[in-house]
């Protein structure tokens, strides 16, 4: 049954630990909220200002339920027509109406199964969202039926950030090659405006390059900075033994958020820096938030620039996947967040246990999560 959240309708499905809703419009999952049965409860994800507001008007309908997380295909602007094909940004999955199957509760495990019949490109998407009693985890799988050709994906994870500056520290695992556009990602044409460099590259997250000519580069770990800006970067990351990662602390509040992913499916972590600046419709100088955004594509730059060689294939990584007609894809993923102690500042490394994933700060506290990262490769709970 649809239940509406701030405008929007969609579904709602809980376990012990988590209260999840998901927009019947695209997909958006938020608001999610962890350790609900706690006083101390956890909503990390951003949710659009204008959700309330009486406006249709978007420039892209991915604009009308944004927030939180969501499925791209393709990721990315999208601006050009490929073959025939004119997707709109990030995609039907992030902005054409979903349509419940089923929900059911098996041995602690709820899953909510979604289904999207695409027309732009033909076939068919399966979400299903799973939650497991006693964890603080959301696991997600995508499952792409009847594509065929090269599509770039992702995970669209947009968080919530707080006033107060660098009061979001984010970390990631390690990784071979960041990268800022090529071209420019905000431009005043469009009332908006950026301060990283264009075609910049490097290998240190607090030493991102800048526009302007001697200027410190930008620490991109400690959010929010740069007010009236707004910027795109990318982390490329090669296939690894164990999971890669990415987490967000957010000492004031004390919590923690996470992602977990496998690099051969995902070797982009895209950072979609919106600090206020955005001045155009609906944006108005109003929007903060961070995309901590998984994916396989070239920046956010759609199917065109993702199919075609670009200077990220150039460097070795795979900026779209390969789909079948005949074998379908799954996109397996978990997000989730936990509680932090008083001395839990910024994650310096993450170690994974027997389905734990324990997080290590710059202090030397530590913070272990119940998690089935082998859900990554198999799609299971196996314990």
């Known amino acids: 049954m649809l239940s509406v959240d701030d405008s929007h309708p969609g579904w709602r499905v809980a376990s012990d630990k988590v209260d999840l809703f998901i927009t019947e419009n695209g997909g958006h999952m938020a608001p999610v909220t962890f350790d609900v049965d706690t006083d101390k409860s956890?909503?990390?994800?951003?949710?659009?200002?204008?959700q309330n507001e009486d406006l249709t008007d978007f420039a892209d309908p991915v604009l009308a339920p944004l927030r939180g997380d969501f499925f791209c295909m393709p990721f990315g602007g999208n601006a050009e027509e490929v073959d025939g094909?004119?997707?709109?940004?990030?995609?039907?999955?992030?902005?054409?109406?979903?349509?419940?199957?089923?929900e059911s509760t098996n041995a602690g495990i709820t899953t909510l199964t979604l289904q999207l019949p695409t027309t732009v490109r033909k076939g068919k998407i399966t979400k299903k969202i799973h939650l497991r009693d006693g964890q603080n985890a959301v696991y997600t799988t995508h499952t792409l039926e009847g594509y065929s050709g090269r599509m770039p994906i992702g995970h669209h994870c947009t968080l919530a950030v707080p006033e107060e500056e660098s009061s979001l520290r984010v970390a990631v695992s390690d990784f071979?090659?960041?990268?800022?556009?090529?071209?420019?990602?905000?431009?005043?044409?469009?009332?908006?405006?950026?301060?990283?460099?264009?075609?910049?590259?490097f290998t240190d997250l607090t030493k991102v390059p800048v526009m302007w000519?001697?200027?410190?580069?930008?620490?991109?770990?400690?959010?929010?900075?740069?007010?009236?800006?707004?910027?795109?970067?990318?982390?490329?990351?090669?296939?690894?033994?164990?999971?890669?990662?990415?987490?967000?602390?957010?000492?004031?509040?004390?919590?923690?958020?996470f992602s977990l992913k496998e690099a051969a499916i995902l070797p982009g972590t895209v950072f979609w820096i919106s600090n206020k600046g955005r001045y155009g419709s609906p944006w108005n100088g109003r929007n903060r938030c961070l995309g901590l955004e998984e994916t396989c594509s070239h920046f956010a730059d759609g199917l065109s620039a993702s199919i075609t060689p670009n200077d990220i294939t150039d460097a070795g990584f795979p900026t779209a996947i390969q789909l079948s007609a005949d074998n379908p894809t799954a996109v397996n993923f978990i997000q989730g967040a936990a509680g932090i102690p008083p001395d839990f500042d910024g994650?310096?490394?993450?170690?994974?246990?027997?389905?734990?994933?324990t997080f290590i700060s710059e202090t030397g506290s530590s913070v272990v999560v119940n998690v089935n990262h082998s859900f990554l490769k198999n799609s299971t709970f196996d314990d």
Not at 42 to 50: A, F, L
Not at 228 to 255: E, H, I, M, N
Request: a negative charge; one cysteine or more.
């Open 176 to 201: 071979e090659l960041g990268m800022t556009p090529p071209c420019t990602f905000s431009n005043p044409a469009n009332a908006e405006y950026q301060s990283l460099a264009i075609g910049a590259r």
């Open 213 to 257: 000519k001697d200027a410190a580069p930008a620490d991109c770990s400690r959010f929010p900075q740069r007010p009236g800006f707004t910027d795109l970067l990318q982390l490329l990351k090669k296939p690894s033994a164990t999971p890669a990662w990415t987490v967000a602390v957010c000492p004031s509040r004390g919590y923690l958020w």
């Open 85 to 102: 094909e004119q997707h709109s940004g990030h995609g039907e999955a992030a902005s054409a109406r979903w349509q419940r199957v089923d």
């Open 42 to 50: 956890i909503q990390p994800y951003y949710i659009s200002p204008w």
């Open 347 to 357: 994650v310096t490394d993450v170690t994974f246990g027997d389905e734990t994933v």
